[in-house]
């Protein structure tokens, strides 16, 4: 069994990655991720499973070895943080259209602009609407603990492989510096490149006597071809929608009022409903675990049991968005967030639930 491990965020990403039997990392060092790649390459994999691991030049280098690394049927991942991962956006859209697997991790932080080094949950829409050109979608899974981090790293190659897609970890920095006890996944061996040829019949291993060579591109210059491919890729998000949705309820069986928060802001929102339900005010909480697909369904049916939703995010109101479409104008949305770094508190939180559905 395995033993229990006091590590950062960003730490247990990285010892993930090597034990899932990721093939290769390729990325860029910014505060505040930069643990990951300076984890593995403490760790050394490429003595003890072959993993590559590789510091490039920029975060344009990282995503499109990335792209490489996966058209070849690898197990490929990168990280950055917001700026860096802005600068990867035209290569995350190559990805989504040649349909090829790979993870990127964003560690957020404060922008707009280079910003701060300090938390953010300001890049929700760039993750969950597709941040590049074209219409495409990312699966985001969103960690609120140092053993998320671990569990959803391995969810997130499981998923990328199964739909043929990038899939995203999106996490505030607080997660990614947090450290916590956490156990560890079971080492899984690297894929062979024989079984890389029987479970990857899309990758390009070549011209041989069983099989034709593939061509992985982007580009297709007939509009009819295009569509194809769009209406291909969107049949595929709704199959993500149907199948692979996750969230965490907390205090939401008897809830008058419901608070929805991701990652950090998630913790700090379940003190609030202890404080709350010790004054007597019904409140439950629900986090996302998927930013894509979201829980569309779970909050519209809640819609018809509470009086009123508030959204708490590390931006500007983002996801509030997605929340006031899930319930289609039934009830109340309210938002409430701070920006540039800051991580609210629960007593915070609690009077401004109270200001905005108690007190008018």
């Keep these: 069994m395995e033993k229990v491990r006091l590590l950062k965020g960003n730490e247990a990403i990285a010892h ?9 990392y ?3 060092p910014i505060t505040p991720q930069s643990e990951i790649m300076e984890t593995l390459m403490e760790l050394e ?25 996966a058209g070849c049927g690898k197990m490929a991942m990168t990280s950055s943080s917001s700026p860096g991962i802005s600068l990867m956006q035209e290569g995350i859209s190559y990805l989504a259209a040649a349909e090829l697997p790979c993870v990127i991790v964003n560690v957020m932080r404060g922008g707009p602009g280079l910003g701060t080094i300090q938390p953010s949950q ?18 985001t899974l969103a960690p609120a603990s140092v053993q998320e981090m671990a569990n959803l790293t391995v969810l997130a190659f499981e998923l990328a492989f199964k ?24 080492f899984r061996k690297r894929l062979t490149n024989d079984e890389i040829r029987l479970k990857c019949p899309w990758a390009t291993l070549g011209k041989t006597s069983d099989r ?19 209406l291909r890729l969107q049949g595929r998000y709704r199959q ?44 439950g909480l629900l986090r996302p675990i998927t930013l894509f697909p979201f829980p569309t369904i779970a909050i519209r049916q809640y819609a018809n049991q509470t009086k009123g939703i508030l959204t708490v995010e590390m931006n500007a109101g ?22 540039g770094g800051i991580v609210p508190t629960p007593e915070e939180v609690f009077e401004a639930f109270k200001n905005k559905f108690l007190e008018s």
């Design 16 to 24: 993930a990655a090597i034990r899932c039997g990721c093939d290769g």
């Design 26 to 28: 390729f990325g860029y």
């Design 45 to 69: 994999p490429w003595d003890s499973t072959g993993m590559v691991v590789m510091q490039v030049e920029s975060e344009v280098a990282s995503i499109n070895m990335v792209y490489g690394a």
């Design 122 to 139: 300001a890049d929700y829409y760039q993750a969950v609407k597709g941040g590049g050109h074209g219409d495409y979608k990312m699966i």
């Design 163 to 186: 739909y043929l897609t990038p899939t995203m970890i999106l996490v505030d920095g607080t997660i990614g510096q947090m450290m916590e006890k956490v156990i560890l996944p079971p």
């Design 212 to 230: 034709k060579p593939n061509s992985i591109i982007s580009l297709r210059i007939e509009s009819e071809e295009m569509e194809e491919i769009n």
């Design 240 to 283: 993500i929608e149907k199948h692979e949705v996750l969230y965490e309820e907390f205090y939401c069986e008897d809830a008058e009022y419901l608070i929805i928060a991701f990652g950090i802001t998630a913790r700090v929102c379940q003190k609030t409903v202890e404080l709350a339900r010790a004054e007597g005010i019904k409140i």
């Design 318 to 339: 983002q996801m509030v968005d997605d929340v006031r479409l899930s319930v289609n104008g039934k009830i109340a949305v309210e938002f409430y967030g701070r920006m």
